[in-house]
């Protein structure tokens, strides 16, 4: 028995106000982020939302996986059984090269109506909970470091306890006087991390990563360009604070590699690098293999993509530094959910099933972002 089939694709590309300016090295936004939200509906009549997030200077465009799923994957898709969630994706990956956020939002649109069929949550179908709430990074990214501050003022009294400071952007005595700044007001209480996004050449990082090194973050992120995987690992073998690997590490070669070098640490999971979750969970069972701890990383997600997301770290052991998932509750200016996935004392709460566990409708979707583009 195949059960039912997916007999409706809907898409919008959508555009969301956020409320500050990100400053991030490799591409700076301001004002609006740009997703795809797709809606499936199974032959039964249920209903399954996925999200393709991209970024323009990291994976792709939110133009080109519209058009990749509306032109390309859309017919592929109409007619097969929904339950078939592996055998469709292996048939995409054939049909269609790169693409890894349209296949995202269809593997968790698909995931979705699995789930909610079966009455599990999408943590249940990839292998049960392992945790119940993830600890939330925040990134200090704000061009105005004083207002950032200012957040962490707020923040940190309410449970956030992890920040991720992007280095690299401003001078590295503007970054050293920040990180002084950050230890000399809230000491060892705050989980410090940094992300250069590939900022340093290697002629040169040593001496800088040195510099910050003494500030004892948890890790270092990504410091020098992705194919630098022999500067990756000279840093991995001399410097105290971990080494960890997001641009260099997209998809299981790249781990191999990263493995084979001694290149990481640690690595970043993203569901849009990685193309969808059953990928990622494989990633990390090399990663596990390995001895490299994941971290739960995002481009511009909004509530769809980040529970996707969530329901992944919930049922992997090994993505076990937390998650970066914060961009609901304090960039968004509104989420396309009719109700946010909770945060609670400075941590995500895994949404109960089930499906992904969130509420998504027309008028959610029309009421919170502007519709750039509908098929
Ligand atoms: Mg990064």
């Known amino acids: 028995m195949s059960g039912p089939t997916i007999d409706r694709v809907r898409l919008f590309l959508i555009e969301s106000p956020i409320k500050m300016a990100r400053l991030q090295g490799v591409g700076n936004v301001k004002g609006t982020v740009k997703r795809v939200?797709?809606?499936l509906t199974a032959s039964d009549g249920l209903v399954g939302w996925g999200e393709a997030a991209p970024w323009e200077v990291f994976t792709g465009t939110a133009e080109g996986a519209f058009a990749a799923i509306d032109v390309y994957l859309r017919p592929l898709l109409l007619g097969k059984p929904?339950?078939?969630?592996?055998?469709?994706?292996?048939e995409l990956d054939r049909a269609l090269v790169g693409h890894m956020e349209a296949k995202v939002a269809i593997e968790t649109a698909m995931?979705?109506?699995v789930g909610k069929a079966a009455g599990l949550s999408v943590a249940d179908l990839l292998g049960g909970r392992v945790r119940d709430t993830i600890p939330l990074s925040?990134?200090?990214?704000?061009p105005d470091f004083a207002a950032d501050l200012d957040r962490m003022r707020q923040m940190v009294p309410s449970g956030n306890r992890i920040y991720k400071v992007k280095t690299g952007v401003k001078p590295h005595k503007e970054d050293l006087a920040h990180l002084e700044a950050i230890r000399t007001e809230f000491g060892d209480t705050v989980d410090l991390r940094l992300d250069y996004n590939q900022a340093l050449q290697p002629f040169g990082a040593m001496r800088i990563l040195r510099d910050v090194d003494r500030f004892a973050p948890t890790f270092i992120e990504q410091p020098v360009p992705r194919n630098n995987l022999d500067a990756m690992a000279s840093f991995a073998a001399a410097l105290d604070t971990p080494i960890l690997a997001d641009e260099s590490c997209f998809d299981s070669r790249d781990l191999m590699e990263i493995v084979r070098l001694q290149a990481a640490d640690a690595?970043?999971?993203?569901?849009?690098?990685?193309?969808g979750l059953f990928k990622a969970q494989g990633i990390m069972a090399i990663a596990d293999t390995a001895g490299l701890p994941g971290y739960g990383g995002t481009l511009w997600e909004g509530g769809i993509g980040l529970a996707a997301g969530t329901h992944l770290i919930a049922?992997?052991?090994g993505i076990s530094l937390g998650c970066e998932f914060y961009m609901p509750h304090w960039v968004l200016t509104e989420d396309v959910l009719e109700e946010k996935v909770?945060?609670?004392d400075g941590h995500v709460v895994v949404p109960d099933g089930p499906g992904l566990g969130i509420k998504v409708s027309d008028h959610s979707v029309r009421a919170n972002?502007?519709?750039l583009a509908e098929r």
């Open 267 to 275: 690595i970043s999971v993203k569901l849009m690098k990685a193309g």
């Open 315 to 317: 049922a992997t052991p």
């Open 138 to 142: 925040f990134s200090i990214a704000d």
């Open 111 to 113: 995931l979705d109506i």
């Open 82 to 90: 929904v339950r078939r969630v592996r055998a469709l994706m292996a």
């Open 37 to 39: 939200l797709l809606e």
């Open 342 to 344: 909770p945060n609670r």
């Open 369 to 371: 972002a502007r519709i």
